[in-house]
């Protein structure tokens, strides 16, 4: 994919876009995240009501229980021929929604993390079965208009995050070498929203486990989240803004002094100071650059997951962090070098390991959960309320899904949230996926009648 200098140019267009996109920023939120009020979760939003079994256009069955006035539709399961006539991969993960014209592109991770054998072309390493697929979804009509793959060759590919020039960053969550061929995996690559995908890693953005990044338009940095039980929030510099090929310089971050621990810190921490240190071997032979960065100083998270940018602020989430270890959403302003912990949950019973996160074009926070039991997408307000929006119902009965022999019949309620983006235009539709059996679900209905 070359770069262009109009890539500097949507960047500067997309700083200014970004700084009004969240209608109401989360400044409120992070003034009573002291508040009592933040260790409760009500058993439903004040503004949607509570959640009932809502059927799927698509299908007729009860896959989810949304408020009042919410509808649905899903597309892309698993096994779906597509329009280039490979069936879509399994295992949904991370997405990204782009608006074209009139039409919403979406890319689409697949978290495949066996070496059964490349999908499509174009691929990293043949043998790996991991990728993207990219979706075109018309929202006017409220359908599918077609699928293709975009990236194969890849192992797990979990999160990523959409680039201001309209480019997806797919990342691999794992550091798995190849033994068949020697191939080294743990990179992050760059798919379009509409064509197929770079199969060259961007090295230079570090080999670990990746999970998401985050991207501030005003710099075109990329902050990127590790997902290992000592982690490292890290910042990649480019040496050209919106050219992630061309090289740059990958940095850790170090709060408060050398090697911090903020695995136990709870709702509104503050820090101190912030700082970044240079990571000289990214792609290191042996190890990952998180050994670095710690030895000079770098700061240690608990498992860094979701990463979304919003309104000159970065958000991240730790899926097992916090004072009850589960979660913690963290807030950093690039632009101050400021960092608090915005919100840690108290309880399971309040949040269960969230995982990805989108922030709303009015302002919520959509956390996917990823923990035990029934799997929910959370609401968080800007006044600091935690709420059920959507509830995994996922039952395929004994005779299975028209249409779709391949989908087995069983209680798919434990399956993890992922990937959920709203329609960049107007947030009319939010998308998401279920990850097994492999579905993507488009959500439309009242989402004015609250912060989500």
């Known amino acids: 994919m070359e770069i262009s200098l109009d890539r500097r140019d949507v960047l500067r267009g997309a700083a200014v876009a970004a700084g009004i996109a969240a209608i109401a920023p989360m400044e409120a939120l992070a003034a009573r995240t002291a508040s009592a009020q933040t260790d409760v979760k009500k058993q439903f939003s004040p503004d949607y009501g509570p959640l009932a079994p809502v059927k799927d256009q698509t299908t007729g069955l009860e896959l989810l229980l949304l408020p009042r006035g919410f509808e649905y539709l899903t597309f892309g399961w698993t096994g779906d021929r597509m329009a280039d006539g490979i069936a879509t991969p ?6 990204a929604a782009y608006r074209r014209g009139d039409r919403v592109h979406l890319v689409r991770n697949h978290e495949v993390g066996s070496l059964s054998g490349k999908f499509a072309d174009p691929a990293y390493d043949p043998q790996a079965g991991g990728g993207t697929t990219n979706l075109i979804f018309n929202p006017d009509k409220g359908e599918l208009v077609e699928a293709r793959a975009s990236l194969s060759g890849t192992i797990r590919n979990c999160a990523g995050g959409p680039t201001p020039w309209d480019t997806w960053l797919t990342c691999e969550e794992t550091t798995l070498i190849n033994a068949g061929n020697g191939m080294r995996h743990g990179y992050v690559f760059e798919v379009p929203s509409a064509g197929t995908g770079n199969p060259n890693p961007i090295k230079e953005m570090g080999r670990f486990s990746h999970e998401a990044v985050a991207i501030d338009p005003a710099t075109g940095w990329v902050y990127e989240t590790e997902d290992a039980g000592s982690a490292g929030f890290y910042r990649f510099r480019p040496n050209t ?20 621990d903020t695995r136990k810190d709870g709702t509104g921490t503050t ?3 912030t700082s970044w240190v240079t990571i000289d071997e990214p792609d290191p032979a042996t190890g990952v650059p998180f050994t670095e960065g710690f030895a000079k100083g770098g700061a240690v998270f608990a498992r860094l997951e979701g990463a979304w940018y919003a309104g000159g602020k970065v958000y ?9 270890g589960q979660g913690q959403i963290f807030e950093y302003e690039p632009a101050t070098g400021a960092l608090k912990v915005l919100f840690a949950s108290p309880s399971p019973a309040v949040l269960n390991n969230p995982d990805n996160i989108c922030v709303s074009p009015r302002g919520g926070m959509v956390l996917c959960e990823d923990g035990s ?23 395929i009965p004994d005779g ?5 022999a391949n989908i087995a019949p069983g209680d798919y309620r434990g399956s993890e ?4 983006t709203f329609e960049p235009k107007n947030g009319n539709w939010l998308f998401a996926n279920i990850q097994s059996p492999g579905i993507t679900f488009a959500i439309t209905g009242p989402w004015k009648q609250g912060s989500l």
């Not at 991240?316 to 009850?324: D, E």
């Not at 006044?383 to 959507?390: K, Q, S």
């Not at 949230?417 to 959920?420: I, S």
């Open 90 to 95: 399994g295992v949904h993960d991370g997405m």
């Open 241 to 260: 803004p919106g050219n992630l090929h061309g090289g740059g310089v990958l940095e850790m971050l170090v709060i408060n002094g050398p090697r911090y």
């Open 271 to 273: 820090y101190a100071s």
């Open 316 to 324: 991240i989430v730790s899926t097992s962090g916090g004072p009850a």
């Open 373 to 395: 039991g029934i799997e929910y997408m959370h609401g968080l307000t800007t006044d600091g309320d935690i709420f059920p929006f959507a509830a995994n119902n996922v039952v």
């Open 400 to 404: 299975g899904v028209p249409g779709r």
């Open 417 to 420: 949230w992922c990937g959920a």
